[in-house]
């Protein structure tokens, strides 16, 4: 049988197990919510307004407890795998960033912090690189 895959919020989900994911959602968030409504309802003490409200977040927390018990039924497909990358990757894919978002920019006018976390991701040179590129570009026009 073939798989019938769905882009959701940017992801690509299994239509069968987004369809279960949301019939488990209805089945315990929608009962949670009744149930609790009703308890909330019944309990002497607790002012009504605010009895919805509390079956309200008994709700969204059944919904919480959906999450979790569809991603341990339907755990990513996805294989990652991790090589080592090819000689002008980095650059190729760095070109492809910046005709897509636009120039990627001087790394050394980061942040402070940002220029830290970008020394310890080992991009800095390539970063730097890149401008360079850029850079030498600008001056032959």
Request: hydrophobic share 45%; charged share 25%; net charge negative.
């Amino acid at each position: 049988m073939k798989r019938t895959y769905l882009e959701v919020w940017g992801d690509t989900v299994d239509g069968r197990h987004l369809l279960y994911s949301i019939l488990i959602g209805v089945g315990l968030g929608t009962p949670a919510y009744l149930l609790a409504a009703w308890l909330f309802g019944q309990a002497e003490g607790i002012d009504q307004t605010l009895s919805k409200s509390y079956a309200l977040l008994v709700g969204l927390a059944a919904c919480v407890l959906t999450g979790v018990v569809s991603a341990r039924l339907f755990p990513p497909k996805r294989i990652l795998v991790e090589a080592d990358d090819e000689p002008g990757s980095r650059d190729v894919a760095m070109d492809s960033i910046e005709q897509e978002f636009g120039p990627l920019g001087d790394p050394d006018e980061l942040p402070a912090a940002v220029l830290r976390e970008v020394k310890e991701l080992g991009i800095y040179e390539d970063l730097a690189r890149q401008h360079a590129k850029n850079a030498a570009k600008e001056v032959t026009r």
